[in-house]
């Protein structure tokens, strides 16, 4: 018995001890995306998004952008890489065969995406100028050089490898292009088989399609670093009907030597796709995390007035966007496609915090301000913890002729009579304010005496009874009995009493409304939205109201100078064209109160 229950001892040891270890692994690959001076990307072909989210979390965690290949989304269904990850930020490109009028008739397929952890957002840029939906990228800008980094995915040479050549003369003009401001990166699908040629890790023959490849890589002095004796992992990236190399990660023999990892990732029982996922570490001078907390404090713009505003935060807006307007030849008559309006939004949104900033003064909020403080009890306050520090400084003396124990005193008794006087006038304003409400606005006079009312626990849950008499005390049956209740109270039991007339006359407008709702009688939007129209309702904005979730205030907008307001017309004017509701606006902040 004594022998038996050691062995058993001996085997939850060792559980625990491999326990320990798989969780040490995990936490070792999860820190090492996101440590300073190293950049983890990887690369997967998931055979469309909607049953491979799973798995690219998985890879998301430890990674920190990721190159995405066969999404299989529509055009409008792009947002859905943002709800990935709350971590990270998304830059897709649909394909180009998947027009509006085929959807949910055929679907979804190919298509590129990138992904990029939040914490690089400062170093980020998203390029979206490419028209190209088989290549999506972002500038890394580092210290030293700049990083372009590009999502592939090439046509396989099985349909036709004239397409294939045509694409990668494409690429190539985007490779030659990105190379004069830096060094280039391209992972993903390629559909190219390098065989022996490619490297040691090479085998079998080199398919048409990579011969291609390999003279490309040639021609811009690029290295498939998969192909290199440090790569580890399977020998394939892609099995269906057999095994091939077609996954690859080239990189600018410059910074060949910059790689100091690189893995083709075994396959798992949650990945779904063909693909074999390829992860490649790089050590690069620069690449810092930033962690954006919420700011303890806000913008005072009430402590200053409109003619310092204007000379001061909208000359700063102007000068920035006036550049970004030369440098993205952004005119009224210029087609922005969808990527670019939530380039530009986010960009200018960027413009105008960097600018408010600078020139704004700032305050925190203090939870203990009472509603009635003023400048005058905040000077009183100023002048006792003078005269107190004082007091202490020279022993704290209580004897009735020491004068800085008198000052004390007396700078005590003037704040406590003054705040005393406030209160009460504070008091006697609010009540007047109650009463006259009572008699011109009902709904205002409640809002006040329940304000003044002690709040109650939201979450005490009050017990009801039911149509049988029986008292429910759980949530889920209280919750049933009045959806029960409300479903009767909208579909009243036919009645001799029921209006059956105006119920027609109502479903009858609003079938008139629906069919109406098609027809093009409304020109309102024919006209483009002009500057001097968004100029005009900018001013308008009220001030001191509170800003969305990106701390976007009306103050921002409404100062924000002639460059924004023309930034802010071509943007409605794309919206209107494209039918498209940016990224930006689908999204909201909730404060618990």
């Known amino acids: 018995m004594a022998g038996s229950k050691n062995v058993r001892f001996i085997c939850i040891s060792q559980q625990l001890w491999l326990i320990l270890v798989l969780l040490c692994i995990g936490y070792v690959q999860t820190q090492m995306a996101g440590s300073k001076d190293r950049l983890v990307i990887t690369a997967w072909n998931v055979q469309g998004l909607s049953a491979s989210v799973p798995y690219l979390k998985r890879i998301m965690q ?63 840029i998203p390029l979206v100028n490419f028209g190209n939906d088989r290549v999506c990228g972002v500038k890394l800008v580092l210290p030293e050089n700049n990083i372009f980094i590009f999502s592939v995915y090439l046509p396989p040479c099985a349909s036709n490898l004239a397409d294939f050549d045509e694409e990668l003369d494409k690429l190539e003009e985007i490779v030659v292009r990105s190379s004069m401001e830096g060094h280039v990166i391209l992972i993903g699908d390629w559909n190219a088989h390098l065989g022996k040629n490619g490297g040691p890790r090479g085998w ?172 005058e009890l905040t000077q009183l306050v100023k002048r006792k913890n003078a005269v107190f520090k004082a007091w202490k400084k020279a022993g704290k003396p209580r004897s009735n002729d020491n004068s800085l124990w008198l000052q004390y005193k007396q700078a005590k008794r003037e704040f406590r009579c003054a705040q005393r006087r406030h209160e009460y006038m504070h008091e006697m304003n609010e009540q007047e304010r109650i009463v006259q409400s009572q008699e011109i606005d009902q709904r205002y006079f409640w809002k006040l005496v329940n304000k003044s009312r002690k709040v109650q626990n939201v979450s005490d849950i009050h017990p009801i009874v039911n149509d049988s008499g029986q008292v429910l005390h759980e949530q889920a049956e209280i919750c049933s009995e009045w959806y029960s209740y409300f479903s009767n109270l909208a579909s009243p039991d036919s009645s001799e009493e029921y209006d059956y007339d105006f119920k027609n006359t109502v479903e009858y407008e609003l079938t008139d ?70 990224t930006n606006c689908g999204y909201s902040s909730f404060q618990r109160r």
């Open 62 to 124: 430890s990674s920190d952008i990721v190159a995405v290949s066969e999404h299989c989304l529509y055009e409008n269904n792009l947002w859905e890489l943002n709800e990935i990850e709350e971590s990270f930020l998304a830059l897709g490109r649909a394909s180009f065969d998947l027009t509006p009028d085929k959807y949910g008739y055929t679907p979804g397929h190919a298509g590129t995406a990138i992904l990029w952890r939040k914490t690089l957002s400062e170093t980020v």
């Open 204 to 375: 079998g023959n080199t398919t048409k399609s990579g011969r291609l490849l390999l003279e490309f890589m040639a021609r811009n002095s690029l290295i498939a670093t998969d192909m290199d004796d440090m790569c580890t992992g399977p020998l394939h990236t892609f099995q269906w009907q057999g095994s091939s190399q077609i996954d690859h990660c080239l990189v600018s023999r410059a910074i060949a030597n910059n790689v100091c990892n690189c893995e083709v990732i075994d396959d798992e029982l949650i990945n779904t796709s063909y693909h074999l996922p390829l992860r490649v570490t790089l050590k690069l001078e620069g690449v810092t995390h930033k962690v954006k907390s919420t700011p303890s404090w806000r913008l005072a713009w009430h402590k200053v007035d409109q003619s310092y505003i204007c000379n001061n935060y909208t000359p700063e807006v102007d000068k920035n966007l006036d550049s970004f307007l030369s440098c993205q030849s952004l005119n009224e008559n210029r087609l922005l496609n969808n990527d670019e309006i939530d380039y530009i939004i986010n960009y200018s949104a960027a413009v105008l915090h960097n600018a408010s900033e600078k020139t704004i003064p700032k305050t925190k909020f203090s939870k203990g301000l009472k509603s009635y403080w003023d400048p």
């Open 513 to 582: 409304i629906h069919l109406n709702s098609y027809s093009d009688h409304d020109k309102i939007l024919d006209e483009p939205i002009t500057h001097d129209e968004v100029q005009n309702a900018c001013m308008k904005l009220k001030s001191n109201k509170a800003g969305g979730w990106d701390n976007i205030s009306h103050e921002h907008v409404k100062y924000g100078g002639s460059n924004l307001h023309l930034i802010m017309s071509i943007i409605f004017n794309a919206i209107v064209r494209n039918e498209y509701i940016p």
